[in-house]
């Protein structure tokens, strides 16, 4: 089993039902939830503000296995696709595996942006401070503010 981190965010519809839905659907490999945050949209066009957290997961699921669960997720969220970086009812990125680096055209892991966006590094460090270099926390994009956590949420014994 692997230690892998997974980064939700959702800025429309019910934006907290979405993310509760997804983490729930994750099931047992879940073993970490951070706290919810309220985040502005960072790049992309005009839009409302998103809720961002960060799963931790231990997993034996290839890279690309854990990409086809993150978009099963997104589908179970009903996310269309028509802008980049458009607004969505949920998006899943895998952000970090240990000990495992992709570098295709379409999965990267470590995630290309996560260092850049506060929205990741908040939660992310919440679950793993050892990820977080703090003077890269210093520069990245965005402001977050921590809202109540995920309700219901608990680790399952192993």
Request: charged residues 20%; proline residues 9%.
């Amino acid at each position: 089993m692997t230690r892998a981190f997974l980064s939700l965010g959702s800025n429309l519809g019910d934006r907290r039902q979405f993310l509760q839905e997804a983490v729930g659907s994750l099931g047992s490999s879940v073993t970490a939830v951070s706290p919810v945050y309220e985040t502005d949209p960072v790049g992309g066009p005009e839009q409302g503000r998103f809720l961002n957290l960060v799963v931790q997961l231990e997993t034996d699921l290839a890279p690309r296995e854990l990409l086809a669960v993150c978009h099963r997720l997104e589908s179970a969220a009903q996310r269309v696709r028509t802008q980049h970086w458009g607004p969505r009812t949920l998006d899943v990125d895998i952000i970090w595996i240990d000990g495992t680096t992709v570098d295709d055209p379409d999965l990267t892991i470590p995630h290309p942006r996560w260092s850049e966006r506060t929205f990741v590094l908040a939660p992310l460090a919440d679950l793993a401070p050892e990820l977080v270099d703090p003077d890269v926390y210093a520069r990245a994009q965005g402001q977050v503010h921590q809202v109540e956590p995920l309700v219901g949420w608990e680790p399952t014994e192993p």
